[in-house]
């Protein structure tokens, strides 16, 4: 069951539900403010837009126009210049969390914990089979 939440950009009291992360009224404005993104972006002049030419003239907030990519509103196949931030680096994208330079670091950082994870089990398990002999004169 849904809580009651107060919205994101009001902070109106409302029931919190899947489908929507702010209160009734500002989800009506935010899909009359979408309508008129897509209207703007639907012209074939306009699908090149970038994106700060589509907040400059629609008025539409930017993080508005990046969740509805990131939702999958607005395609970044339809629209190549549209997309949002890389949530490492920022950078723009198209999809996934973040963009394929912070993916090839994170991988390569985890390749060289596991080279380390590995030399450090070696070196243990070295030491394990290592004897040591004391030589005890007897008088």
Not at 8 to 17: A, D, K, P, Q, T
Not at 37 to 46: A, C, G, I, M, P
Not at 126 to 135: E, N, V
């Amino acid at each position: 069951m849904g809580e009651i939440i107060n919205c994101s950009r009001c902070g109106e009291l409302y029931m919190e539900n899947a489908f929507r992360d702010v209160c009734a009224k500002c989800a009506k404005e935010e899909e009359h403010m979408y309508e008129e993104v897509y209207q703007f972006l639907r012209k074939r002049e306009n699908r090149a837009a970038t994106l700060q030419r589509v907040v400059e003239v629609t008025g539409v907030p930017e993080t508005l126009i990046h969740k509805w990519v990131k939702k999958g509103r607005l395609h970044a196949a339809h629209f190549p210049n549209l997309g949002y931030p890389c949530d490492r680096c920022g950078a723009l994208i198209h999809k996934g969390k973040v963009c394929r330079a912070c993916t090839d670091d994170i991988e390569g950082e985890l390749v060289q914990i596991q080279r380390e994870e590995a030399f450090e089990a070696k070196k243990q398990e070295h030491l394990k089979q290592t004897t040591y002999y004391a030589a005890n004169k007897r008088r």
